[in-house]
């Protein structure tokens, strides 16, 4: 049976490796820093592409051809994206005209909470409001510049827009070209198993991504049917903002039903409806946990929270909103990539959820027995 582990045929001491992948690691965050706007599609587009991959091999089974069919997938996949959006902007349009409700009540509960504030901690309702006035002042001061950043947003969203179908198409029809670039690339290697590590390495990441995208899709159906019962307006937007939310794991789940509890809290005079709110958003993460997690994507690639938690930090400073989505998909990657290549697996174990007690106490006892061994004998 042949091996399916990349094994390289020489090690290098720790010495000389800590300071390599130290400095691996600052010319990734450089690269991804200053070449944003040529990586971050790249990246958008390579995950989309091995979600989209199964359904353009199964057109060419049907004997479309290989660049009809990923016409085609990208045509289906903007249409469904366009309906989509056009939803979304509905509810949007909706939310804005009842925006002057929205905003009494607010202005209600801030007078409630301003009372509330100088009953418990003494500062007068004057210094409240000059502070409240202070910063709007702050905020003002600084719209020139938000309004610049987001003008410039704007065109870099643009830019990406237009340029994401594009990468997409010719990752799709040169999938081939990229695998038999990394089978030249280590071709020399003695006893490579480069097509096998290959191989599982696509097979296991697709699983990953389409899983967990399948696992936001029903989120967001099970979130929606929830909202909708409870009678809580809007409740489609709020739903997929949550589900969007939950791929980061545990936080997401609380800050994606942030927005729909405030919303509740604000319009409806009674407590009932935000609890119910929370109570729908509670239950739907529990079946996501326990039950179609596991089974559909697997515990095999889950990714450990607190790294998960680093890796958006980091994703946020380097990409924005958009690093935020993707650096979470391009972790679970990463691991998977790295469970596959033997000098890497000590970083996959890492970036996983799965801690190896049984592993751990077992070479404890061992550690255990020696010494034990060792005092007797002295």
Not at 300 to 309: L, R, T, W, Y
């Amino acid at each position: 049976m042949r091996n399916q582990t990349f094994i390289p045929p020489e090690t290098y001491p720790f010495w000389l490796k800590a300071p390599l992948i130290l400095f691996g690691l600052s010319l990734l965050v450089v690269t991804l820093s200053f070449g944003k706007f040529i990586v971050m599609p790249l990246a958008c587009a390579a995950i989309i592409s091995l979600l989209l991959n199964p359904v353009v091999v199964r057109f060419e089974i049907w004997k479309l051809g290989r660049v009809f069919s990923i016409v085609l997938v990208l045509l289906l996949i903007m249409l469904i994206f366009s309906g989509f959006f056009t939803l979304i902007a509905v509810q949007v349009v909706e939310f804005f005209e009842k925006l002057p409700e929205i905003t009494e009540k607010l202005k209600k509960t801030m007078a409630e909470g301003i009372i509330s504030i100088e009953t418990f901690s003494g500062i007068s309702k004057e210094s409240q409001t000059e502070y409240a006035k202070n910063a709007i002042d702050n905020l003002f001061d600084s719209g020139g510049e938000f309004l610049s950043s987001l003008a410039g947003a704007t065109t870099g969203t643009i830019t990406f827009i237009v340029l994401l179908p594009i990468f997409i198409f010719f990752m799709l029809y040169y999938k081939k070209m990229y695998v038999i670039f990394l089978q030249k690339m280590f071709e020399k290697s003695q006893n490579s198993e480069i097509d096998n590590v290959l191989l599982k390495v696509q097979n296991v990441t697709q699983n990953y991504l389409v899983g967990l995208f399948t696992v936001l899709g029903i989120m967001a159906i099970l979130n929606s049917i929830g909202l909708l019962i409870i009678g809580l307006d809007y409740a489609i937007p709020f739903a997929i903002f949550a589900s969007m939310l939950a791929i980061i794991p545990f936080v997401g789940a609380i800050l994606g039903a942030v927005p729909a509890v405030l919303y509740a809290f604000l319009i409806h005079d009674s407590l009932w409806l935000p609890l119910l709110v929370i109570a729908v958003f509670s239950t739907v993460q529990l079946i996501e946990s326990s039950l179609l997690t596991p089974r559909i994507v697997g515990s095999k690639v889950s990714i450990n929270p607190f790294v998960a938690i680093i890796v958006l930090l980091l994703g946020g400073k380097i990409w924005g909103i958009a690093g935020m989505i993707l650096f979470i998909p391009l972790i679970g990657i990463m691991r998977v990539g790295f469970s596959q290549v033997h000098e890497l697996k000590p970083f996959g174990y890492l970036l996983g959820n799965i801690i190896e007690y049984e592993k751990y106490e077992e070479s404890n006892k061992k550690e255990r027995k020696v010494t034990e061994s060792a005092n007797s004998i002295d």
